[in-house]
């Protein structure tokens, strides 16, 4: 007999929100006062703040500083329950959404849906690199890369071969966008400070780090000054950046690319690979755009309506990385605003006397972007305002204080930042071997299962 599915006793409109990620976090709380029921589902139990993943993957911060628990984040919100699921299936025609979590399984019905399950790594068809070269959207990716940048320094120490130790020493970062630069600025910065005299048998700055990208500029969304200049600053913190650099092949050697300019192919011997070089939207979004007959783009975003509805479906939403509208980027803003934005609409879609525009298109506020470089430095672009340096680094830090969750996070980053800012100290480099081969060894381990499933049913 199908199970019947779930919705909150006592006959409210159920408003479900598949991601605790930054837009459907911000739309749950937006909703806080809304005569509605909120299911939020994710398949983490924490809110990401991912532009501070590089720090965890290198030992600034630790992970739970920018992971708080979500159920504890909705602790006051009456009207708010967290499911801690995945969501495996969603019916547009049944209004109903199945989640499943370690063999457990459930539907929900809805009455409004908002879909803000983000965006994973794209390998641009080449999903194989991913064994060798994690992207960086996880917990689980920067705590591998936290694991695999030590291991790499440890095993330097113990070799006695100087061929050996060059190619653990050599470090390669595929995407010059703001994560590529980041996680680069800070690699450079273990090396060449945190570093220091740490290890008796080599100098850990001998490091090598390349920045590898297919575009002609770092950090393209920031205009060609700004790019410039980060790839000055990291040029000077030793990094070797590459340009029109195409990669063609990642394993677990080397990284192969080919110069677009000189139409030539080059392998560099690298030990780390980190790969941050390219998006895809949630599988969700397909789901939803097939039965919605609407298009997704080469990168899985929706075509969605202004108003972030899909289709005819009225009481369906899309927003955040997902969305594919008037060319947004995919960044916190635009996810937070929508989160908002859509809150608005099902508020006035209640109120039977409002007079608000139920249909209201999604007017972005661009408040700008910016990005680390390395230590007291940075780059800021604000409409036509554009600064680097100390000031634009003590911009970052404050702009991202404020918008960590969590008083406890807040204060205990700003101490970890002013700790290393003092002084060589990193306080996270602890790593466990769960970190360092965790994902390569439950990945293998569902390849032998799969076989086994099959031939059971
Ligand atoms: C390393 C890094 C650095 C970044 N730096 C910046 C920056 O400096 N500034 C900036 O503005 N933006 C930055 N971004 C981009 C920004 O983080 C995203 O634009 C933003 O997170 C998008 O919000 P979202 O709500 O669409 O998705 P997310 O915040 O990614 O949330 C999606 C949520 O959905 C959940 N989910 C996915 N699939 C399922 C499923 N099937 N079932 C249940 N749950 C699911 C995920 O677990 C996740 O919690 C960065 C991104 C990365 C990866």
């Known amino acids: 007999m199908a199970e019947t599915p779930f919705r909150p006793h006592g006959g409210r409109r159920h408003v479900v929100i598949i991601g605790a990620g930054f837009g459907g976090l911000t739309a749950a709380k937006k909703l806080k006062n809304a005569d509605v029921d909120v299911t939020i589902i994710d398949k983490k139990n924490h809110h990401l703040f991912q532009p501070m993943l590089y720090q965890v993957a290198t030992g600034m911060i630790s992970a739970g ?48 849906l908002i879909v803000a399950a983000g965006a994973g790594q794209s390998y641009f068809g080449n999903d194989h690199f991913a064994q060798f070269a994690p992207g960086m959207k996880t917990l689980d990716d920067a705590l591998e890369i936290r694991a695999s940048i030590i291991t790499a320094f440890e095993k330097a120490e113990i070799t006695d071969d100087p061929a050996e130790r060059e190619r653990l020493l050599t470090f390669v970062i595929v995407g010059a966008g703001p994560t590529g630069v980041e996680i680069t600025g800070q690699i450079a910065e273990l090396a060449k400070r945190s570093f220091t005299d740490a290890y008796s048998n080599f100098a850990p ?57 000189s139409d030539t192919e080059h392998t560099i011997e690298a030990n780390v690979k980190i790969w941050s070089a390219g998006v895809a939207a949630s599988p969700l979004g397909k789901m939803v755009a097939e039965q919605a007959g609407v298009e997704v783009d080469r990168a899985g975003r929706v075509s969605v309506n202004e108003d972030l509805t899909v289709g005819t479906h009225e009481d369906v939403y899309i927003i ?57 430095n940075a780059v800021v672009k604000m409409g036509k305002t554009e600064f680097s340096g100390f000031m634009a680094w003590v911009a970052w830090l404050g702009l991202h204080i404020t918008y960590l969750v969590g008083f406890h996070n807040r204060v205990a980053t700003a101490f970890n930042w002013i700790t290393n800012t003092f002084s060589q100290e990193r306080p996270h480099l602890e790593f466990t071997q769960q970190m360092r081969v965790g994902r390569n060894a439950i990945e293998t381990l569902e390849e032998l299962e799969a076989p086994a499933d099959a031939e059971e049913k």
């Open 65 to 112: 500083e920018i992971a708080p628990s979500t159920r504890q984040i909705l602790r006051d919100q009456d009207n708010a329950h967290f499911v801690n699921a995945e969501v495996t299936d969603i019916s547009l025609a049944d209004k109903t959404v199945s989640v499943e979590l370690a063999g457990s399984s459930r539907v929900y019905a809805y009455d409004t």
């Open 205 to 261: 700055a001998s490091a090598k780090i390349y920045l590898l990208d297919g575009a002609p500029q770092v950090l393209p969304p920031f205009g060609k000054r700004l790019g410039r200049k980060a790839q000055r600053t990291l040029e000077k913190l030793g990094v070797d950046v590459r340009l029109n650099a195409m990669v063609t092949d990642v394993n677990a050697e080397s990284v192969s690319y080919k110069d677009m300019k």
């Open 320 to 376: 955040g990385d997902m969305i594919n509208l008037n060319r947004l980027p995919g960044v916190a803003q635009v996810a937070m605003q929508g989160g908002e934005h859509v809150a608005k609409l099902i508020e006035a879609k209640l109120d039977e006397e409002s007079t608000a525009d139920e249909k209201k298109p999604f007017d972005y506020f661009d408040k700008g972007s910016m990005a680390t470089v390395s230590r007291f």
